[in-house]
Nanobody, 122 residues
């Protein structure tokens, strides 16, 4: 299993970014996928989850209305579109594979990528 994120950058408040996660080594279409983040000096925070076929999606209240998760099962990619970024969104963002048999509310994953850094600063 391999998950490789890209797209992180330094962006000004109010800006936008799209993160990408390339998946390989497993039947991508069979798994729910997760985006999570780890702010500097803090623990991991769940951001969003997408079902195996693309719907439904689930999003944390702190980013709801600003972040959108999506996936392309043909290309084996999962994306996170982030709009109206705020300084508190600064974090290492990573994608993860939801652990088989777990529920969305458990936010349990068995594989994760190394992450991509997003810094929101003026």
């Amino acid at each position: 299993v391999q998950l490789v994120e890209s797209g992180g950058a330094v962006v000004q408040p109010g800006g936008s970014l799209t993160l990408s996660c390339a998946a390989s080594g497993f039947p991508f279409i069979n798994y729910y996928m997760i985006w999570a983040r780890q702010p500097p000096g803090k623990g991991v925070e769940w951001v969003s989850t997408i079902a195996s076929r693309g719907k439904p999606t689930y999003t944390a209240p702190s980013v709801k209305g600003r972040f959108t998760i999506s996936r392309d099962n043909g290309k084996k990619f999962v994306y996170l579109q982030m709009n109206n970024l705020k300084p508190e969104d600064t974090a290492l963002y990573f994608c993860a594979r939801q652990a088989a048999g777990s529920s969305v509310s458990e936010v349990k994953f068995d594989y994760r990528g190394q992450g991509t850094q997003v810094t929101v600063s003026s």
